[in-house]
């Protein structure tokens, strides 16, 4: 039985730290360089196993070296790959640049890989695993919405990483339990400014909504009442897979039942600790380190 089933994109990232984002024709020399798997759904699979639960990544990898690698480092992190699809196209990449206010830019390769067809996985192969919980991140449409219909029918609870506005997570917001959105998405799918007044209309799709703003925090509304909570302090180096941390830190703490304010808590100080350090992976913190920065902040 799994915790959390996480449906949808895997990348290997290539991440440099630079003292500026290069200009026009510009040179440079990186500070620092970090290889290893990534993506949303991948990510977040990972953060799940790190924090002491169970977790499975459905998604493509292909036969190439970056496939590879990713499935093997999957595997080290305990991650079940029973459900990755290989094949012949190629893996994805992400070329990632932190800056060192802590943001940073992605360019993300793969060339002619389509997605995944809807049946490219046997829904009997995922009610073997029993998931408690799946969260999607909208990269593999096609499949995704089968298996959340499935969900849905088995009453499994649902999680959308909604991280920017694309098919699959415009045909998943409405679709899914708890749908948690970037202020990015809010405001591209609502169309307005505030991301507060994007609470109701996206309310008016999903049971509950949660928006995740940065140093900010987080807004929220579900069960008719609205909510903020304040962003963890840290010292931002690279908020690469902040959001991937918290979406697996989210999905975990819905599976185990915990409360609505342990639940926030738990998503926030992961999703916070994986700013500190550089790189995805390598930054998603362990059930030790997001306890412990709770506990300083009580």
Request: proline share 5%.
């Amino acid at each position: 039985m799994l915790d959390v089933l996480c449906v949808g994109h895997a990348s290997f990232d290539i991440t440099m730290s630079a003292s500026h984002h290069p200009g026009s024709d510009e040179k440079m020399l990186a500070d620092a360089l970090m290889l290893g798997g990534g993506g949303p759904a991948a990510n977040a699979a990972v953060q799940v196993t790190r924090l002491g639960g169970s977790a499975g990544f459905c998604g493509y990898l292909g036969h190439d070296i970056f496939g590879e690698e990713h499935v093997d480092e999957l595997t080290h992190e305990g991650v079940d790959t029973g459900l990755v699809v290989r094949g012949g196209h190629t893996s994805p990449v992400s070329q990632i640049l932190a800056k060192p206010d802590g943001s940073r830019s992605v360019v993300n390769f793969k060339g002619d890989t389509p997605w995944l067809p809807a049946d490219a996985v046997e829904l009997r192969r995922i009610e073997a695993l029993a998931p408690s919980v799946i969260l999607f991140d909208g990269h593999e449409p096609l499949l995704s919405e089968v298996i959340c219909n499935w969900a849905r029918e088995n009453n499994i609870a649902t999680v959308l990483d909604a991280g920017s506005l694309h098919r699959g997570t415009r045909e998943l917001a409405a679709q899914v339990d708890f749908l948690v959105a970037s202020e990015k998405f809010a405001r591209q799918y609502c169309d307005l400014d505030d991301p507060e007044a994007c609470l109701v209309p996206l309310a008016a799709m999903a049971a509950t909504v949660v928006i995740t703003l940065g140093e900010r925090g987080l807004i929220w509304n579900g069960e008719g009442k609205t909510g903020h909570l304040p962003a963890y302090p840290v010292e931002p180096v690279d908020s690469t897979g902040a959001g991937d941390s918290f979406h697996g830190a989210f999905a975990l703490a819905v599976a185990r039942d915990m409360t609505w304010d342990d639940t926030l808590r738990f998503a926030s100080a992961a999703g916070a600790l994986t700013c500190s350090r550089l790189g995805a992976r390598a930054a998603l913190p362990d059930g030790e380190q997001v306890r412990n920065l709770i506990g300083s902040a009580s």
